[in-house]
């Protein structure tokens, strides 16, 4: 072949010619970019979505993390009422303040109530300031529950405070009176201070000694001082035995007292006057927690 034919023959390998290496990278280039994605439901997502490039795929990624950002973010201070109320309600606050779900736990000791006034502030509280309904009930029984524990830690420290004075004061008067508790010679004396506060004052009286922590519920004994006085006092006006009875009549009238068991009068007594009740079991040397007193 000459020179001429060879020269023809190399300028007929046009750049353009397909079957020359630039035309390869031209079809690689036209080829999908996302063809290598393994994950099929990533190809169906980009295929549905009409993303074509890697351009436009990180655009439409940068629009929706700006979106989303400004979906949560808090409205300036110069929000409207309804801008603050669409953002709260994004972030899952009730559309009004009968939505949240407020209610006493089952373990609310009977003699603490609760505060349903209270409840109704502390919702108007946090819908104002945007909680979700899980937010704002969380809260609620954390509180609650705090109080109940604080209530029931008082309340056993407050039974074991009394436990103890009286314990203590029953043994003084065991001491100061030469008789143990349940005996006729310790109840005797029991049932004249009993009897002296009643002539005196009665549960204006007792009232006034238990404000002053020298009585206990239904009349249990924190101060021996005071009840030695009181027997004392009823030694005086009524003598020895003082009436061990109601009314000041015989000891065999106790409703309490195993010989003379009066199931009528006792329910009575504990119903209306269990101060009463309590002394007239001890008087008849009986444990008064049989009766729940």
């Not at 290598?36 to 997502?45: H, I, T």
């Not at 779900?101 to 109704?120: H, I, N, V």
């Not at 704002?136 to 009394?162: N, R």
């Amino acid at each position: 072949m000459d020179e001429t034919a060879s020269g023809a023959a190399g300028q007929g390998a046009s750049p353009n010619s397909m079957g020359g290496d630039n035309g390869s990278a031209t079809a690689a280039i036209a080829a999908n970019p996302f063809d290598g994605l393994q994950a099929e439901g990533s190809r169906d997502w980009i295929e549905k979505a009409g993303v074509k490039d890697v351009e436009s795929l990180v655009k439409m990624a940068r629009n929706s993390e700006r979106l989303i950002g400004k979906s949560f973010q808090k409205p300036g201070p110069e929000a409207t009422q309804s801008e603050m109320d669409a953002f709260y309600q994004r972030l899952g606050r009730p559309t009004e303040v009968s939505g949240y779900e407020l209610t006493p736990p089952e373990d609310m000791p009977e003699d603490l109530p609760y505060d349903t006034e209270f409840a109704g502030k502390f919702a108007e509280t946090a819908h104002k300031f945007g909680m979700s309904a899980e937010q704002a009930k969380g809260l609620h029984d954390f509180y609650v529950h705090e109080m109940v524990g604080g209530y029931q830690a008082g309340l056993d420290g407050h039974v074991a405070q009394l436990e103890e004075r009286t314990s203590a004061a029953t043994s003084q008067l065991e001491k100061d009176w030469g008789a143990q508790q349940g005996t006729p010679k310790f109840n005797e004396q029991v049932t004249l201070a009993d009897r002296a506060i009643r002539e005196l004052g009665g549960d204006t009286l007792l009232d006034g000694f238990e404000a002053a922590g020298m009585i206990g519920p239904q009349g249990i004994i924190l101060n021996p001082a005071i009840a030695k006085a009181m027997a004392n006092v009823g030694r005086e006006l009524f003598g020895s035995s003082g009436g061990l009875a109601m009314g000041g009549s015989s000891s065999a009238d106790n409703p309490f007292a195993k010989d003379s068991q009066n199931l009528t009068q006792q329910s009575e007594l504990q119903r209306n006057d269990p101060r009463r009740a309590r002394s007239l079991i001890l008087a008849a040397g009986r444990d008064p927690s049989n009766w729940g007193l």
